[in-house]
């Protein structure tokens, strides 16, 4: 129930956007997350925008990951 | 390709964290999950078994669905049978029976029951129907409640006065006290729900991690991130730590959402909760303020009768919920209780533990 889901903000009026989710657009209230900017990733919860998707943390993790895979177990 | 969730997906990369587990585990491992969609996306993608021996998931009370008390349906029910009412609530609700009857039920019966996506769809629905009184069923975790507050304001402030809530919400952290204290359940970790975290930030399991000594990851739901987080809980419990870890960076700052939080403390104060199988948890629930009274269906419709509460025979939901049992170990699991024909909230809810196991976890039943 607490599901969410990535989608990228295509346009912004206020706090209504249009997030891009999985190739449908919604409108999205950004009322959580006011500093939402066009092009930003959000997770978006029935309706809502709740968080914006850290980009340089997800960066980092997949990076970390890879590191960690390709290198020896330890 | 969609962005933030098929690169969490990789297989190389997962098979890469299992030899790591594989390499550090010794200690036995009991790790709870509290959330249903990590329940779901644990069962889909294999882990139960792809995991050494020693390292057992245990699903815990995440489904909100599931964790709503039959007392609580029955008041929705009671509602709902009162002239001009329009009952409106997210899907998950519908086939979650109550003690006698369920949504879904009464509205094949010619019953107003809509489902909405938003909050912000049954505000529109008030709006439209000014004639009749729309009362949302609130159930949810922290995940949740701050978008049912911001309906409740945005409805003052728009004057609809057509509009309620009848909440059941609830909040994580004190279910997990009530779980420890409770001490049934051997565990060394907690797999803590990452969108709930999203809202309420990181801080709010410290007390876990430090009067209880069990290590907490907040975790992400594709399957690197789930992996990656078992990982890391496994490493505390090798090194004998016990800290409050976020492994999901992306979405969890240790202050969550402020703005949402503030929302969700603006409309709802603290309050004692009804949980399945629990039973009634101090300070786990959220009750309206005294200011948004008029939009607080408990108080507008203060004399609705509602009959006995009734558990159904057999089922052991709660004993799933507290993690006592594994789904399979119900007598009903998978011979009376499907999916198709639930008998319980955890095999109605697709969050549920009890539908995860049935649809996705297959050899865990024989």
Redesign the interface.
């Given at each position: 129930?607490?599901?969410?889901?990535?989608g990228?903000v295509v346009e912004k009026k206020g706090l209504a956007a249009d997030v891009d989710v999985?190739g449908t657009i919604r409108k999205i209230?950004l009322?959580?997350?006011?500093e939402a900017k066009v092009g930003e990733?959000v997770?978006v919860?029935?309706?809502?925008a709740?968080?914006i998707?850290?980009?340089e943390?997800?960066n980092?993790?997949?990076k970390l990951?890879?590191e960690?895979?390709?290198g020896p177990?330890? | 390709m969609v962005r933030f969730l098929s690169e969490y997906r990789d297989k190389d990369l997962a098979q890469g964290i299992l030899k790591r587990i594989e390499k550090i585990s010794k200690k036995p491992a009991n790790f709870m999950e509290v959330c249903g969609t990590h329940t779901v996306a644990i069962s889909k993608n294999g882990i139960r078994h792809a995991l050494p021996e020693n390292v057992q998931l245990i699903s815990g009370p995440g489904c909100p669905v599931c964790v709503t008390a039959n007392v609580d349906i029955d008041k929705m029910l009671a509602v709902l049978s009162l002239p001009d009412v329009i009952v409106t609530t997210f899907g998950d609700m519908m086939k979650v029976p109550g003690s006698y009857s369920s949504l879904s039920k009464e509205r094949a019966k010619g019953a107003d029951v809509r489902v909405v996506y938003s909050t912000l769809d049954a505000i529109e629905i008030a709006k439209n129907n000014p004639e009749k009184k729309v009362v949302f069923f609130g159930v949810g975790f922290e995940t949740t409640t701050p978008t049912i507050a911001e309906s409740i304001i945005e409805a003052k402030e728009k004057n609809i006065k057509n509009y309620s809530i009848l909440g059941a919400h609830k909040v994580v952290p004190p279910a997990m006290k009530a779980l420890l204290d409770l001490g049934e359940v051997d565990l060394h970790g907690f797999l803590c729900p990452g969108h709930v975290s999203m809202v309420i930030g990181s801080k709010p399991y410290e007390f876990i991690a430090r009067d209880y000594h069990i290590p907490c990851v907040i975790a992400g739901f594709e399957p690197l991130d789930i992996l990656e987080s078992i990982y890391m809980l496994i490493k505390q419990v090798e090194d004998g730590r016990s800290e409050v870890e976020v492994q999901y960076k992306r979405a969890v700052k240790p202050d969550g959402n402020p703005v949402a939080v503030g929302v969700m403390n603006q409309v709802f104060e603290p309050a004692d909760a009804d949980w399945r199988g629990i039973g009634v948890i101090p300070g786990s629930g959220l009750k309206i303020r005294d200011e948004y009274a008029d939009f607080d269906a408990a108080r507008l419709f203060p004399d609705i009768e509602v009959p006995p509460t009734r558990e159904h025979k057999g089922c052991r939901c709660g004993d799933v919920l507290r993690g006592l049992i594994f789904p399979y170990e119900c007598a009903l699991f998978g011979k009376v209780c499907t999916p198709t024909e639930p008998v319980g909230p955890c095999m109605v809810s697709s969050e549920g533990s009890c539908a995860a196991y049935y649809r996705y976890d297959e050899r865990v039943k024989a």
């Open positions: 129930m607490c599901l969410s889901v990535p990228k999985g209230s009322k959580f997350v006011p990733y997770l919860h029935t309706g809502f709740m968080q998707v850290d980009e943390e997800a980092e993790m997949m990951l890879k960690l895979t390709d177990v330890s | -």
